[in-house]
């Protein structure tokens, strides 16, 4: 991340006076959905959908605005396997998601909305049994520790404000877990409507002044190595579709679920991911073509730096303030629904407290998933793509094959063979991953070690008919 020092000097009182009128704007935005909500009946403010999916009342442009900025708070993970490989970082991080999408809009939404449930692992627990539910809540709870965000959080407030990476990054996420106990799930989808717009302002800017001052994308052939145009990367096939593999863990993804089972019918789920899609092309176009431009006009420049960087050199004042409103903004509209369902896990899905659950037991969890998410984050040495890769092959490999044959095929897989298939596949990628560290015996990718251990236990049941 830039240094505090050369940050500082690219800004100046009207960049200040922005970046935090920015950030008053995204908390009246949380002060106006508790307006909204103290208009409910007694009993629906304190009910437990309400506290989760917002009593399932999300509306299609609140839907695609909590969806599309809970996806992209890894930035600067982005932006930097941009700069280190070229459209490599569009293939692996955006078409294959894209493909995950519409599967998921098509063939996902109306199986999960049926069930009565309220969040994955719940559903989990309907299609198999409670040691299911226990077992996913476990697994979704690794996937959502939001360790690339609070390291980007921290980074990026240590170059605004100077001090230790710790101090910044306990800050930070203080702030976001304040704003999600006063409101809930309400409190993340009001401040993802505001934090929407100015992150896609925000990387549309850098494109737009880039390419006046710069000259049309097309000089970039001209600038940058060829292999930053060869979409494989320079990658083995079989490391590329690690990457297609872990976003198909959409399809078992818990915020995506949580949104689609908070919108208000069907049709607002549907249409909001289509929408999002769009969306989302739209920002990784930005995103990739501004982490171009960066390698091409700094090309000695830290590749975690280079993007911030050349962004500050390259707009004038007062637009470097939305610049950096807008980075901030991308950053936290996934830190807090990260933090928000992977607290939902702890007190709602693992200790099994539904049926006496309270508000208190959500503000504990989330306090506890802060406090883990900071120490942990910190370990990880600001490696975002190292943390997508590492959590993301988890979920990926060992819960996506149970639980879209559970959603198919009801009843043709049991508990037991669930809870032993996913656990034989957290061993393997455990096993592999350790093993393969210390004697390098192999460059197979330990996210096929647990695609292969998870779905082999599940084919007696697959193969031969349900009794």
Known sequence: MVSHSTLLQFLNPLDWFIFFAVLGATFASVAWGQRLKNRLEPREKLSTI???????????????????????????????????????????????????????????????????????????????GPGALRL???????????????????????????????????????????????????AVVFSDLVQFVFMILGVFLVVAFAWAQMGSPLV?????PPSHFDWTGGEEPTSLLVWGFIALSTLVDPNFYQKCLAAKDDAVARRGIFISTVVWFFFDCCTTLGALYARAALPDANPQNAYLQ?????????????????????????????????????????????????????????????????????????????????????????LLVPLLVGQWVPGRISERSFCWAVSMGCLGIVSWRIANSFYQFSSVDEFYIGLLLTTVPLLPSLILKKA
Not at 346 to 371: M, N, Q
Request: with cysteine; glycine share 10%.
């Open 50 to 128: 309400e506290l989760l999916l917002m009593g399932r009342r999300l509306t299609l442009p609140l839907f695609v605005a909590t969806l599309v900025a809970t996806w992209y708070g890894g930035i600067f993970g982005v932006t930097t396997l941009t700069f280190e490989k070229g459209v490599y970082n569009f293939v692996t991080q955006g078409v294959f998601w894209y493909v995950s999408y519409l599967i998921f809009a098509v063939f996902l939404v109306k199986k999960i909305r049926r069930h009565n449930v309220l969040t994955i692992a719940e559903l989990a627990g309907k299609l198999f």
């Open 310 to 398: 050349f962004s500050m050199q390259l707009v004038p004042h007062g637009v470097r303030g939305l610049i950096l409103a807008g980075v901030l903004a991308t950053i936290l509209s996934t830190l807090d629904a990260y933090l928000f369902n992977a607290a939902t896990c702890i007190s709602y899905d693992l200790f099994k407290l539904k049926d006496r659950f309270k508000p208190i037991h959500h503000h504990l969890a989330l306090v506890a998933v802060g406090l883990i998410s900071i120490f942990l984050g910190i370990h990880f040495e600001g490696n975002v793509v190292d943390v997508w890769k590492t959590l993301g092959s988890f979920s990926a490999a060992c």
């Open 136 to 186: 996913t809540a476990g697994m979704n709870f690794l996937n959502l520790l939001p360790l690339a965000y609070t390291i980007s959080l921290g980074l990026f407030t240590q170059a605004l404000f100077g001090g230790t990476l710790f101090l910044n990054t306990a800050v930070g996420v203080a702030i976001v877990t304040a704003y999600s106990i006063w409101g809930g799930f309400r």
């Open 220 to 224: 970039l052939l001209e600038k940058l």
